[in-house]
């Protein structure tokens, strides 16, 4: 009898996280001398729908990928025996051997806000290693973005009620339970239940009870004092099993017993009418002088459903939220891509870009600046070239040089701190879950003009790419 | 400088992929000396809307997580210095440094049509132990059967046609990825561009070229040509760069070039209006005798996508399938619960349910009996209790047994074939991609009983769960 896969990405297998195209054009490239320096830049073409800004995140993990990537022997016997290499020669898996990622990293900062067309990482390398960490990059990047910029929404609806992730059971596998609880704290959350992002991280945790709990004992006044008994100091009751009220007169009873010493923490709603059943268990409570006693709410939450009950008043301290948020259930997937935007020929830099239908974009190295007001609020961004001194605050940092990461990463907090004064410069507009408006992103004229210069040449020339001759500096 | 984190699930830290309520609830099962055997069933409520039938999948993971699942000391360490274990005795961490899973699992095989209300896993053992094993077990089999699900549609809609999985770019994170190119095997596609997926897993690859390959050469002659060298026996063109039609050309003169000696393999469309530019691109190839030369389409593809083409005859060979699927993107989330059904008290297994508004279920351990016609064809599902004699064939099987597992592991391709059979059982009405009706899934005289009995004892009595004292077998 074989033993059951785990399919946990390790070191061993990480070079095979990827796309086998990936490989085949590495190799490609390897066999057919390409080794130009080539730019790549991540960003997303359009917001989804119903997103005002993006949060970036997800910026560590991809720096660890870059740091940490090698290629096993036994990554490199899969690939040297797959029927697809069979005319790929000895040397590229020597190449493969010795692998190591050495290019140069620019990103903006985990916690900023950001928008469409805007860089959130740009890549220079050789081809070769350009493109082999497309993949990884964007798998990492998308999620983590998709997730922050969701919970942000999520933490604006609550209004400064706290909001706990709750997710990690319906996250799309065991490790993106793990990476949610990460971009969840990063958008503004204030806790995760994921025992593995409190230990690594550091994020706070937060847990109450299950109802089997409650149903594994005879009475609901048994299954919360035997609760009580060995959690005294943190003890939240899950009080609708059977029914809210009476789960809030028996939660009542053992409060008062419990007295100033050993106060009950927190009551939890997970089903019913979060709005009328959190008045009532309010009342409950207050008349028994119980209002230092939270009111948790659970229960398919999103930022739409935090907003009424926000807006109504609804007294409820913290939100736990799980599926709605870890998914992104509405918008559940951010449509991040990685595209070359420039190639070294012959010492210099030229431009690249594609004509498809609907899939242009900007060519040539590209940086973001951010131009605020004189109170602080962002007035627009201006996507320029590197380098332009058209004023406003550039985004996007070094981050890494010759595969070693340039700067001090930052803890979690620092990067949730960010991401609180990133969204708080945003223009009051944009930070309601109704938005619709788009956050202007201006383009340089020195862009467009390279655009224009760039899309002329190849729609007149029978060469898809003719070098055009730039003024941007060679990237050797 | 802090090295980054990488986030992966490893053997040592698996322990803490759950949420911190499991823990704080299994310290207070094991202070409060509570050890009764429990049963819990993983089921989903509702189908979410959309979606016909499930395809169950994740089970060999589930399995590997509760064969090997460990406390490390670095993981027991964390939870002991945790503040809301402050009052929990040693004795506790010494249960978790010898935890094992010993516990009896039934599990319908994965590949298996599944609906709503049906359990898709049935755990017995410990409390404690069931308890513990949630999350992770919730995580990944609602993952996998969304993902195996939702590709069954889109198969269905390809109607012959090969799906491959493109998806890896856009799932929520590197490890999803992997899962979900298994699923949506296990859901029918063809292939894959997971390279861990084709290693760990021997699903077929699949790969072609990037946009980058196309613009990293002066032309896209040049471009198809140096690929080709390196790939003679396995090339896909990507022809939509910078103009589809004029792409085409290219493609065939290089094909006729070619002959048919190194057939050229296909040519994708990544973009445009794929009916028309795959009629057009169709009559170019075929005009030179290219009729061997397949079209692949690619580019934001879902089952109704699919579907629209396919009715219209559009001629396209293979589709290359990303974001849609491997998110399942209008329903990224299956709202799999797991729920205590039974709790032994005092040698005699008593049923279990709650009575939270709208989020009532059938107590005790089930089986599920499916009843085809004389063709084969599915009539319906009966929900009944494990061992009933009411006909039909059971579904749920015994795949662990005191912690070890039981069954043979089937292989991929066992568990894809099981999958096709299984939707063939299908009516042919519940498999259109716009197919609404429900499936029926009965419920036996008996369970309807036991429920009605359960409900009444709760609503009836100040005790929550009173032993009802029933028919069914004691657990141990």
Known sequence: MREPKSLF?????????????????????????????????????????????????????????????????????????????TNVKAEFFDYLRDFRFRGDVWAIPEGTVAFAEEPLLRVTASIIETQLVETYLLSTINFQTLIASKAARVVLAARGRDVSDFGSRRAHGPQAGVLAARACYVGGCTSTSNMLAGRELGIPLMGTMAHSWVMAFDTEEEAFHRFYEVFPKNTALLIDTYDTIRGAHIAKRLAKRLGATDRLRAVRLDSGDLLRLSGEVRKILDDSGLDYVKIMASGDLNEYRIDELARQDAPIDIFGVGTEMVTSKDQPALGGIYKLVELEKGGRAVPRMKLSEDKVFYPSRKQVYRFSDSSGVYTHDLLGLEGETAGGVPLLERVMEKGEIVIDLPGINDIRDRAVGSISGLPLRFRDVMATEPYTVKKSERLEELRRRTEEGLRGSNAANPDLGTTTATTT
């Not at 490609?28 to 989804?48: C, H, I, W």
């Open 9 to 85: 990405i390790t070191d061993e297998n990480i070079g095979l996280v990827t796309d086998l195209y990936q490989l085949t054009m590495a190799a490609g490239y390897f066999q057919n001398n390409v080794d130009s320096t080539a730019t790549f830049e991540l960003f997303v073409r359009k917001l989804p729908e119903g997103r005002s800004f993006l949060v970036a995140a997800g910026l560590e993990q991809a720096l660890h990928y870059m740091k940490t990537l090698k290629f096993s022997d036994g990554a490199i016997d899969y690939v040297r025996r797959h029927p697809s290499f």
